[in-house]
Structures are given as structure tokens and as C-alpha cells.
């Protein structure tokens, strides 16, 4: 069975930190890894899309990178901002059908 | 990115009663959609797997009788939750994938469910 796991559950930094968000899966063979953000009491926001051959994708202050030998992705936001007060999720695509396995996600709040 | 909309937003109802809840893709064909269940401070738990005119695939443990789920077309699938019970309240996510992504899934603002 996949396992995708994202640690810390919880993130509470202030304003203008850069900070990391990680997520590990147990089967390297991969299809895609997506990066979500929701709001509470919403639905899911892609952020990131990384395919199974590329190394990182970056959007504005989101760099995400792929490890595939070792399992990991991780989130990079650079300079946050309350706004970015969010949960994040990893998900984790094992086959084309698309069918996505989700991590518990990280619940990051941003503090003015 | 691509528009995946759910409706309603926000449903009570009353035991037993049933209750559809819409997901469309806006501007899209999404020949596969999934649906998604989220219980409080929880991730998203995969219900099944639908495929625009064929017969929803369920995971393991959902009952398929109690949640049907229909993929008439290419641009809309239906959750109708039968019999609902409070225990089924809870927040359903839908998810679709178009024929021209590249794997990116889509998702719906999700929908509130709540069983009195």
C-alpha cells in the first residue's frame, strides 16, 4: 500500500520566513507529485505540478523539488506572508490512471 | 488552470433522505473524475473513480449501493449519497482530469454535507 506523509502537521512561523514543507511517499515509482493549498472549509488549489522525469517546478515564491530515490518532495515558500496561511497537501500520482494518494497535510499559519 | 465546479456548496437534509451533489468541469472534457471524501482536519480519502459512460470503479470499503455515481457526460458527474445517515455528513471533494493535461488533476470547491 502507498504511503504519502507530510511533516510537520503543523507550522506556526512569522511573517517574511522562509520555510520548507515535506512529504514522503514509500514507492519511488511514481507517475506525479502535486503540491495543493486549502482554505479551510474549501476545496483544493493546484499549486505545483511535478512530473515523475523533472527535478523541481517554481511558481512566484513556490519552488518544489522531487527526490524520487529517496522518496521526498519538498515545498519551498520563500518570504511568507499571512496570506499564506493555509493547509498545504502533497499527493503523490503511482500510475497515469491519475488516482492521487494523499499526505495528512501541513497546517501553516503565518503570523503578521 | 482549468474550472471544476461543485453543487451545492452547502446541503442539510434529514436522515434517510437523498441527496446529489453535482461536479463540472467549465471549461474542459474530463474523461475521468474522482471523488473524494474529507472528514475534519483530515486528508482527502479516495471514494471512487468515475469514467464518463461506464461504471464507477469504488475503493475499498465504500459502498457503492449507498453512493451512487454517475458520469453521463464528459463534462459532469453526479454523488448521490441514498439513505443518508450523520454519519455520512462530512465534506465531498471532486476531482477531474481533462484528455489535453498533463496529469494535473483539478478540483472542486467541495461540498458540505450534513445529516440531521
Known amino acids: 500500500k502507498q504511503e504519502v506523509t507530510q511533516i510537520p502537521a503543523a507550522l506556526s512561523v512569522p511573517e517574511g520566513e522562509n520555510l520548507v514543507l515535506n512529504c514522503s511517499f514509500t514507492?519511488?515509482?511514481?507517475?506525479?507529485l502535486q503540491w495543493f493549498r486549502q482554505d479551510p472549509g474549501k476545496g483544493l488549489t493546484s499549486l505545483l505540478l511535478?512530473?515523475?522525469?523533472?527535478r523541481e517546478q517554481t511558481s512566484g515564491r513556490l519552488n518544489a523539488s522531487l527526490d524520487k530515490s529517496s522518496g521526498r518532495s519538498t515545498l519551498y515558500i520563500a518570504a511568507s506572508q499571512p496570506g499564506d496561511s493555509a493547509t498545504y497537501l502533497c499527493?503523490?500520482?503511482?500510475?497515469?490512471?491519475?488516482?492521487?494518494?494523499f499526505g495528512g497535510g501541513t497546517r501553516l499559519m503565518v503570523k503578521p | 488552470g482549468a474550472v471544476v465546479s461543485q453543487h451545492p456548496s452547502w446541503v442539510i437534509c434529514k436522515s434517510g433522505t437523498s441527496v446529489k451533489i453535482e461536479c463540472r468541469s467549465l471549461?474542459?472534457?474530463?474523461?475521468?473524475m474522482f471523488w473524494y471524501r474529507q472528514f475534519p482536519k483530515q486528508s482527502l480519502m479516495l471514494m471512487a473513480t468515475?469514467?464518463?459512460?461506464?461504471?464507477?470503479?469504488?475503493e475499498q470499503g465504500v459502498e457503492k449501493d449507498k453512493f451512487l455515481i454517475n458520469h453521463a457526460s464528459l463534462t459532469l458527474s453526479t454523488l448521490t449519497v441514498t439513505s443518508a445517515h450523520p454519519e455520512d455528513s462530512s465534506f465531498y471533494i471532486c476531482?477531474?482530469?481533462?484528455?489535453?493535461?498533463?496529469?494535473?488533476?483539478?478540483f472542486g470547491e467541495g461540498s458540505r454535507l450534513t445529516v440531521l
Open positions: 471549461d474542459f472534457q474530463a474523461t475521468t
Open positions: 468515475s469514467n464518463e459512460g461506464s461504471k464507477a470503479t469504488y
Open positions: 476531482s477531474a482530469r481533462s484528455r489535453q493535461s498533463s496529469g494535473e488533476l483539478f
Open positions: 499527493a503523490v500520482g503511482f500510475n497515469a490512471g491519475n488516482m492521487l494518494t
Open positions: 511535478i512530473q515523475s522525469s523533472q
Open positions: 514507492d519511488s515509482a511514481i507517475y506525479n
